[in-house]
């Protein structure tokens, strides 16, 4: 089992440029999240898919868009990136009520 | 939203001896999770506990629950230098699944 896989694992991008994360849930996981963390700080929940719908939303703009594909792997989309969202950016999959497991993480930088 | 507060911020402790910190969290939950991040990376998932248990152990883990405090504490036994990291609980409830982590511990083991 290769548990949660995320990619690419580091990204830089120009400020105003548009990315795509990508994650593979572990296997026998339906739930997707995907989080943000900046340096010193806990992450921040940006949203959960569950059936390829999103079903729960952090505080987060609608620059922030996700996906979730029929295997369950999802997306994370961030338009017109700014030098703020420069941050680690965690997926987690899990099922209803059990632990949800973290990926390795990307370190986006905007520049 | 199932807050969750690490206390304390930091701690230092000599290798072999025992770490002890604290999570608090706001609302009613059905279960908390604990996690550990190596510096820069993802969260390693260390123990779940249910809101009908007390204690739980894995290894030189132990966690206890108390729900009538809202609080949790993670012990960890005989410390080494490899448990230097960063540690966050999160607690979610049915129908919210969404982890709200704190700023974490950041526990240090010094060799």
């Known amino acids: 089992d290769a548990g949660v896989t995320q990619s690419p694992t580091h990204l830089i991008k120009t400020r105003g440029q548009q990315v795509t994360l990508r994650c593979s849930p572990k296997?026998?996981?339906?739930?997707v999240s995907w989080y943000q963390q900046a340096l010193g700080q806990g992450p921040q929940f940006i949203f959960q898919?569950?059936?390829?719908?999103?079903?729960q939303r952090g505080n987060f703009p609608d620059r922030f868009s996700g996906h979730q594909f029929p295997n369950y792997s999802s997306e994370l989309n961030v338009n017109a990136l700014l030098l703020g969202d420069s941050a680690l950016y965690l997926c987690a999959s899990s099922s209803w009520n059990t632990e949800a497991f973290f990926g390795q993480g990307t370190r986006l930088t905007v520049v | 939203s199932q807050q969750g507060e690490e206390d304390p911020q930091a701690l230092s402790i000599q290798e072999g001896e025992n770490a002890t910190m604290n999570c608090s969290y706001k609302?009613?939950?059905?279960?908390l999770q604990w996690y550990r991040q190596n510096s820069g990376r993802g969260l390693v998932h260390l123990i779940l506990?249910?809101?009908?248990?007390r204690e739980k152990h894995s290894g030189r883990l132990r966690v206890t629950l108390d729900t009538s405090k809202k609080s949790s504490s993670l012990l960890i036994t005989a410390s080494r230098a490899a448990d230097t990291a960063s540690y966050f609980c999160?607690?979610?409830?049915?129908?919210?699944?969404?982890?709200?982590f704190g700023t974490g511990t950041r526990l240090t083991i010094i060799p």
């Open positions: 999160a607690g979610t409830n049915f129908g919210n699944e969404k982890l709200t």
């Open positions: 898919y569950y059936e390829e719908e999103e079903r």
């Open positions: 296997s026998g996981h339906d739930t």
């Open positions: 506990i249910r809101s009908n248990e």
């Open positions: 609302t009613s939950i059905n279960n």
